[in-house]
Each structure stands twice: as structure tokens, then as C-alpha cells.
């Protein structure tokens, strides 16, 4: 089994950044691909950004620009720096991997909130 626990979430004001973590532990081998999701009340869950194992990047139009996706291979652990924060971006943020030849994430994390004040 994959665990994967995010934290960094918080209360950040408008313009302010946070980076958020996600630590991935258990049968870690095998993983892909890992992104991080999003869902705020009343709206569709939101692929915010993904990363291969190759290094490729996708980014929501939402968020481009302003957020970053990384990954410390060494440390198990993926990172999305959010800078230039506005109110909109205030969700659940979920983070997510998945294995093989898989085309949707398989294990996902509990969720950090992140909270953006105007």
C-alpha cells in the first residue's frame, strides 16, 4: 500500500504564498506519476498539477504561472509551491500518485486546506 500525507495547508492572505508537501511511504515502487488535486465546496474536484517520473509537467490554466510542481526523489516527497494566492484558490488540496499503465491516480492522500483571505 501507498501512504501519502500532505501538510503545509493553512490561512495565507491574498498575494501571499505556501508550499505544500506531500510525503509518500509503503510500496512506494512502482509510482509514475503524482499530482496534486483540489475541491472546493460545491465545485468539481480539479487536477491542479501532475508530475512524471520523466519530469514532465501539466498545470490547470487556473494555475499557471503561479504554481509549481516538484518532487525530492531522495526525500519520497512532492511539493507545490503556491505563490501570487487568491481567494479562489482556497480548497482541499489532495495529493496523488499512481503506478504502471494506469490513466487515473490510484492513491490519494487525506487532504490539507488551504484557505486564501481577501
Known amino acids: 500500500q501507498v501512504r501519502l500525507v500532505e501538510s503545509g495547508g493553512g490561512l495565507v492572505q491574498a498575494g501571499g504564498s505556501l508550499r505544500l508537501s506531500c510525503a509518500a511511504s509503503?510500496?512506494?515502487?512502482?509510482?509514475?506519476?503524482m499530482g496534486w488535486y483540489r475541491q472546493a465546496p460545491g465545485k468539481e474536484r480539479e487536477l491542479v498539477a501532475r508530475?512524471?517520473?520523466?519530469?514532465?509537467?501539466y498545470y490547470a490554466d487556473s494555475v499557471k504561472g503561479r504554481f509549481t510542481i516538484s518532487r525530492d526523489n531522495a526525500k519520497n516527497t512532492l511539493y507545490l509551491q503556491m505563490n501570487s494566492l487568491k481567494p479562489e484558490d482556497t480548497a482541499m488540496y489532495y495529493c496523488?500518485?499512481?503506478?504502471?499503465?494506469?490513466?487515473?491516480?490510484?492513491?490519494w492522500g487525506q487532504g490539507t486546506q488551504v484557505t486564501v483571505s481577501s
Open positions: 496523488a500518485a499512481k503506478k504502471g499503465a494506469s490513466i487515473r491516480f490510484d492513491y
Open positions: 509503503g510500496s512506494i515502487f512502482g509510482i509514475n506519476a
Open positions: 508530475i512524471s517520473n520523466g519530469g514532465s509537467t
